[in-house]
C-alpha cells in the first residue's frame, strides 16, 4: 500500500509542478507538459514489478499508438477557446474528441494488427 501512496504522490508532485511552471511560464510549462515523465516513470515502476522485456515492449509500444489519438485534443481547444467559447466546454469537447479517436484507434488498430 505504501508503495502506491509513494507513486501517486510523485505522480501529483509532477503534475504540482507543471502547473506552477505553466502559472508564470505557459511555453515553458506546456514543454515541460508535454515531456513523458508519468510514462517513463510508469515504465520504471512496472520494470521494477516485473522485468519482462517484451512486456516492457509491448507496454511501450502501445503507448505510442495511444498517444496519437490525444493530440488533436491539444489543437482543438486552443481553437475554441480563441472563438469565445469558456474553457470547461473547450475541455469538455477536447476530451470528447479524444475518448472518441481512442475508440476510433482501438477498432482500426486491432483490424490493422497494432498492438493495443
Known amino acids: 500500500m505504501w508503495e502506491f501512496a509513494a507513486k501517486a504522490a510523485l505522480a501529483g508532485v509532477i ?65 475554441l477557446l480563441r472563438s469565445g467559447i469558456g474553457f470547461w466546454l473547450s475541455l469538455a469537447a477536447g476530451c470528447l474528441l479524444t475518448i472518441s479517436l481512442y475508440l476510433i484507434m482501438v477498432f482500426v488498430g486491432r483490424r490493422v494488427g497494432i498492438p493495443i
Do not use: C, K
Open 15 to 79: 503534475v504540482a509542478l507543471v502547473a506552477g511552471i505553466a502559472q508564470r511560464q505557459p511555453s515553458f510549462g506546456a514543454l515541460v507538459a508535454s515531456l513523458p515523465l508519468i510514462s517513463i516513470l510508469g515504465m520504471i515502476f512496472l520494470w521494477w514489478a516485473r522485468p519482462d522485456g517484451e512486456n516492457m515492449a509491448l507496454h511501450a509500444e502501445a503507448t505510442f499508438w495511444y498517444v496519437l489519438p490525444s493530440l488533436p485534443m491539444f489543437l482543438l481547444i486552443p481553437t
